[in-house]
């Protein structure tokens, strides 16, 4: 897959896809669900994964809302998988039991991320080291797909040395752990204080795999400093909402606000080269991940034309 990443830029490496807008939880920094939603029909879910596929996609994280309570959800990663693509979940993890983590082990899922964001729960987040703990004692018990935890710094967090505590615990049960400097609930980032950039620093010391060790788009958010980088949203990577559209991610919604069913080849060539107002102070990290693959070439013009698409056996002359 990295190979075909770097031989073609004319397919997205990756998706983020909801199945469920409703969450159990309501963390006041988060704008990414409601209290009412009903599941994505399974068979609507298919018929987007299924696109997803023709469009060569090689990773689909499965996200919300959440999607836990999605009754079918299974069949999902099932589809996922059975399309040829990695399946992952970002899930609050309340709702893990042993059993339900066995299912996910026989559905496929590879990879899955719970967010912690405090040691006790208080009225910003309910997503608690104290509440999850023996939900991270199933995983490692239970889970053969990789498991990372990430905690975060940012807006509403009070303590953040709480994300010490946690990334110490997630490296003790085996597991990897990353840090995330959430927004508020519109979205908006501020600088982090002393005392969070200290905590975040030390953080990154435990970060053994993480791909925030070898760029400085996260140490520039972290010091509300812009990012010079080549946003591929639309492109390259895709977040398709429970309404079946294709936004550049879930802090923009609308644009494109195509829907993915008529989705095209043309639609990737041109949002891979249009340039996002957004891109400077950009939090999502996901998205930059996505785009640093392509950071070597094709500067962000809508007036450049894309490159022909050469087979992978063919030699590929980089620009």
Not at 119 to 142: C, G, I, T, Y
Not at 148 to 165: E, F
Request: net charge neutral; glycine share 6%; charged share 25%.
């Amino acid at each position: 897959m990295a190979a075909r990443a770097l031989a073609s830029t004319d397919h997205p490496l990756l998706a983020h896809i909801i199945p469920m807008r409703r969450c159990n939880l309501a963390c006041t920094y988060c704008n990414e669900f409601d209290d009412f939603s009903k599941p994505v029909p399974i068979d609507e879910m298919y018929r987007r994964i299924d696109k997803l596929g023709e469009l060569g996609t090689s990773v689909v994280t499965i996200s919300g809302g959440e999607p836990l309570m999605h009754p079918e959800l299974d069949d999902v990663i099932r589809r996922i998988r059975h399309n040829g693509m990695i399946a992952g979940l970002i899930t609050n993890g309340y709702l893990l039991v042993a059993e339900r983590i066995q299912r996910l082990n026989r559905a496929g899922l590879e990879w899955l991320q719970i967010s912690i964001d405090n040691v006790n729960p208080d009225d910003v987040s309910k997503k608690s080291l104290k509440v999850l703990d023996r939900k991270l004692q199933l995983l490692a018990e239970h889970a053969d797909f990789h498991v990372n935890i990430n905690s975060v710094v940012g807006s509403g967090i009070r303590h953040p040395q709480d994300a010490l505590v946690i990334g110490k615990r997630a490296v003790e049960l085996g597991f990897t752990s990353t840090i995330g400097i959430i927004h508020d609930g519109s979205g908006q980032l501020q600088p982090l204080g002393e005392e969070e950039r200290r905590i975040y620093h030390e953080m990154k010391a435990l970060e053994k795999r993480s791909f925030t060790r070898v760029n400085a788009f996260q140490d520039n958010i972290a010091q509300g400093l812009p990012n010079d980088w080549r946003c591929r949203a639309g492109g390259r990577y895709l977040y398709i909402c429970e309404d079946g559209l294709v936004h550049y991610c879930s802090q923009q919604r609308g644009y494109p606000g195509v829907p993915l069913a008529t989705y095209t080849r043309e639609d990737l060539r041109r949002e891979y080269l249009n340039e996002k107002s957004c891109a400077p102070h950009c939090t999502v990290s996901c998205v930059h991940q996505v785009s640093i693959f392509d950071s070597w070439r094709h500067p962000q013009l809508p007036s450049e034309p894309m490159p022909r698409v050469q087979p992978a056996e063919e030699l590929v002359r980089i620009k």
